[in-house]
């Protein structure tokens, strides 16, 4: 069995502050992990993905997530939020290493202001 | 870079009707696409897997009756809402994979969202 939970619904930071979106996954074998971002109105777009090789993962956009093992986490993170990061970022765990079977939380909405 | 169109992104139908929704990878042949159902404010469901020229299998719960997948071209999936309640409203997507992209990579189409009157 295998589940994502997502910290946080909605988060709000300002325009150059540290965005933090957190995500917690259980899975009975070593997980493969995902981030996907939704910008409105367009499909989800791969932002990352932990796949067992180094556990500092960087991604599309100035975007990095660390895989904690002994913590079950995966928060992604970027120093420096810009205001086109506003968008809905989904955390993803998929426990056969194929797509076939990803589980998604339920999604952060991350608003940036000025 | 791969792309998944979905077609119609918005849909409104009277209850009883069926509708249809269409999948499409524009630039490379998919061998397998997913169908997912979003509520609002909730994650995203697998509802289906489509395999091109084989049946769809689908996840516990999901009505096969109800929720038609056609599969028939490696760049055309279909799902077909037959016939429709309120209750079916929702955000459908679709994603698709190829090996030629990575066993784990995805490509996600924008979503069709249903209304059903």
């Known amino acids: 069995a295998q589940s994502v939970t997502q910290l946080g619904s909605h988060v709000s930071v300002s325009e150059g502050a540290l965005v933090l979106l957190r995500c917690n996954y259980s899975?009975?074998?070593?997980?493969?992990l995902f981030w996907y971002v939704q910008y409105p109105n367009q499909g989800l777009q791969l932002l990352l993905k932990?796949?067992?090789?180094?556990?500092l993962v960087k991604g599309i956009n100035g975007f990095e997530a660390e895989f904690k093992k002994s913590e079950t986490s995966f928060h992604l993170t970027k120093p420096s939020a810009h205001m086109s990061d506003a968008a809905e970022y989904f955390c993803?765990?998929?426990?056969?290493?194929?797509?076939?079977?990803?589980?998604f939380g339920t999604g952060t909405r991350l608003q940036v202001t000025l | 870079g791969a792309v998944v169109s979905q077609h119609p992104s918005w849909v409104i139908c009277k209850s009883g009707t069926s509708v249809k929704i269409e999948c499409r990878s524009l630039?490379?042949?998919?061998?397998?696409m997913f169908w997912y159902r979003q509520f609002p404010k909730q994650s995203l469901m697998l509802m289906a897997t489509?395999?091109?020229?084989?049946?769809?299998?689908?996840e516990q719960g999901v009505e096969k009756d109800k929720f038609l997948i056609n599969h028939a071209s490696l760049t055309l999936s279909t799902l077909t809402v037959t016939s429709a309640h309120p209750e079916d409203s929702s955000f459908y997507i679709c994603?698709?994979?190829?090996?030629?992209?990575?066993?784990?990579?995805?490509?996600f189409g924008a979503g069709s969202r249903l209304t059903v009157l």
């Open positions: 994603s698709a994979a190829t090996p030629l992209l990575g066993a784990n990579v995805l490509t």
């Open positions: 899975s009975s074998v070593p997980p493969y």
């Open positions: 932990y796949t067992s090789a180094a556990t």
């Open positions: 993803a765990v998929s426990s056969t290493g194929t797509a076939s079977k990803l589980t």
């Open positions: 630039d490379f042949q998919a061998t397998t």
């Open positions: 489509s395999n091109e020229g084989s049946k769809a299998t689908y």
